[in-house]
């Protein structure tokens, strides 16, 4: 008799009975519908790329994450880790056939080897939307809007999205003679809910120096609501610019439709990836802070330069639908 296989699946990974399977579809059906209220328009990329495509942009710790192998006709070839690079290929190879500014919504599975917790797989769903052609504030706060209703859409009623703009951080680091380092130093601020403040210093000091290291973090630490925040980062950065003038103007969107109490100025919001070039956001659940952000993402101005020479500026979000089952 032939030796019985344990039906076994792999760490990170998960079988759906119907009733997880009906409510999973049950979100995407909403998501689906409050992205095409907004106009947005669904595509698809392959599950498998080549490899450069997907590592050109990733940086850090992702690339290291990345499933890669030597595929039969020996090529190497990578499992998409996010939606948005292989958004920024898709660009490249299929403009002439699109429009801009171009809006599109693509729900689907993307990989990552990392280690697994609460509400995090290595397969896993992502639901993203994203305005690319355009670098105005207008196409940012839609983001952000639509972040907020596809939320209260799903019936999550208690949620912050916590926002910062890369260039002002950027500014900063210049302005402290950082500038050199700033990859790494955005990478180890990202790290501040995971090891904790005294974790973040440690690891500052070792890339920054003791004196930067305590100018960095006052500049992580919020000063007091929106404006007094924005004026402190402000001053750090050297001094106003078209990246604080942006979050100004977003601050009075929010204002004028009366949504300004969803969302927080937060300065140690960078998100971990070196693509991001503006704005950036991760929104957390009030009652559920632990299970990290379950809606990110931020403006890309840069991207799509990896495959084309043509400017294709972009702004947009993901949700994780495996943190809100």
């Not at 920024?88 to 809006?103: D, E, G, I, T, V």
């Not at 305005?131 to 939320?151: K, N, P």
């Not at 992580?220 to 100004?248: C, N, V, Y």
Request: negative net charge; proline residues 3%.
């Amino acid at each position: 008799m032939a030796k019985r296989i344990e039906p076994r699946v792999l760490k990170g990974f998960r079988d759906f009975l119907p009733a997880q399977e009906l409510e999973r579809k049950r979100i995407i059906q909403i998501l689906e519908s409050t992205f095409e209220s907004f106009g947005f328009v669904p595509i698809d990329t392959p599950i498998l790329e080549y490899a450069e495509v997907l590592l050109g942009k990733g940086g850090g710790e992702t690339d290291k994450q990345v499933y890669r192998f030597t595929d039969h006709g020996g090529r190497d070839v990578a499992m998409r880790y996010d939606l948005t690079v292989p958004f920024a290929r898709f660009m490249a190879a299929n403009r002439s056939a699109l429009y801009l500014p171009f809006k599109r919504y693509h729900i689907s599975r993307v990989f990552r080897g990392e280690n697994t917790q609460r509400g995090r797989y290595r397969e896993f769903v992502q639901c993203d939307f994203d305005t690319v052609g355009t670098d105005s504030h207008s196409a940012d706060f839609e983001i952000l809007l639509l972040m907020r209703r596809s939320l209260l859409a799903l019936g999550v009623e208690r949620f912050t999205i916590r926002l910062s703009h890369r260039g002002i951080f950027n500014r900063f680091l210049d302005h402290i003679g950082m500038s050199a380092r700033s990859a790494d130093v955005l990478r180890t601020v990202d790290k501040l809910a995971k090891i904790g403040r005294d974790g973040v210093r440690e690891q500052l000091s070792e890339l920054a120096g003791a004196e930067n290291t305590e100018r960095i973090l006052e500049y992580i630490t919020a000063g007091g609501g929106f404006e007094e925040t924005l004026s402190k980062i402000e001053t750090l950065a050297g001094g106003p610019g078209d990246d604080t003038r942006r979050l100004a103007a977003l601050r009075n969107c929010m204002r004028e439709l009366g949504v300004d109490g969803t969302y927080v100025l937060d300065p140690s919001i960078t998100r971990g990836l070196d693509y991001y070039t503006g704005i950036v956001f991760e929104t957390f659940l009030d009652e559920l802070p632990t299970i990290g952000s379950v809606c990110s993402g931020g403006r890309y101005n840069n991207l799509a330069s990896l495959y084309t020479n043509e400017e294709i500026p972009g702004v947009g979000a993901s949700i994780g639908l495996d943190r809100l089952e």
